[in-house]
């Protein structure tokens, strides 16, 4: 077998911050041995979350078995969640912003028995939907736990309380026309319809403004899928919310921000 050196576009203070979660999460349970340390641990964790790496090219290259590459990541990815932030908790940062931006993504996945809640009419794939809230820079605040990907975003933002806790907190948010009809401080471009089958000159030029906006907000989607293991989640969907909530910690303490 031929193996190779390779990197993780991360800084070590991500990789310090996992290792002492592990290393502390041992300590409570009075691990007394295991076959990597904490350390090692949270490299191999990071590996597979950042760069996609299968749980076979881990077993490989950090010299361990299959099932224990799989019970070390999911180890590391069950740590980070709990460390989460609920959207209670992140309105707290949220109302402090300008305006916020809100947009939906769907999470590729393999096909699954239950196939039909997961596929998206919209993207013509099997998937499931995270919301997403940005600042008005674009940088990643908050993502919600995983719905089937045929739930509409509209849907997905008010099963969450997204729609609600935004209005509460008066912030003013952008979203697309996939939110038309959320009311509250949510604001969604004019769209066509039979009773208006053209738009006016001010409602095209607010439609561009409203873009350029909303825009930033795809830079969130992007850095949060900057983590491989997004790309495509082989694994059931049920476990897809602790992987996000687990990348949303990382994120966080990789941009020195919010981080506990």
């Not at 790496?53 to 980070?80: C, K, M, N, P």
């Not at 096909?111 to 940005?134: E, F, L, T």
């Not at 739930?151 to 907190?169: K, M, N, P, Q, Y």
């Amino acid at each position: 077998m031929l193996s190779y050196p390779s990197t993780i576009s991360l800084s070590s203070r991500t990789l310090n911050h996992l290792a002492d979660r592990i290393r502390s999460h041992r300590h409570q349970r009075r691990s007394r041995w295991r076959r990597l340390d904490a350390g090692r641990q949270a490299l191999l964790a990071l590996a597979h979350l950042r760069n996609g790496d299968t749980y076979t090219r881990l077993a490989a290259g950090f010299t361990v078995g299959v099932s224990t590459a799989w019970r070390y990541v999911q180890e590391a990815i069950a740590l980070l969640a709990t460390a989460a932030d609920d959207l209670a908790t992140a309105m707290h940062r949220i109302r402090r912003l300008a305006y916020a931006i809100l947009d939906g993504t769907l999470i590729p996945i393999d096909r699954v028995a239950d196939q039909k809640p997961y596929y998206s009419g919209k993207h013509k794939r099997h998937g499931v939907n995270v919301q997403v809230i940005a600042d008005a820079a674009g940088r990643l605040v908050w993502a919600s736990p995983a719905l089937p990907g045929s739930v509409h975003d509209l849907t997905a933002a008010r099963t969450h309380g997204i729609i609600e806790a935004l209005t509460s907190a008066n912030v003013m948010t952008f979203a697309d026309k996939g939110y038309q009809g959320a009311r509250g401080s949510v604001r969604t471009p004019f769209k066509r319809h039979r009773f208006r089958p053209k738009l006016s000159r001010r409602q095209k030029a607010v439609n561009r403004a409203h873009a350029k906006i909303r825009a930033r907000g795809e830079r969130a989607i992007a850095t949060l899928k900057t983590w491989k293991v997004l790309a495509k989640l082989r694994c059931c969907p049920r476990r897809s919310t602790p992987i996000v909530q687990a990348i949303l910690v990382l994120h966080h303490v990789e941009a020195n921000r919010y981080a506990g």
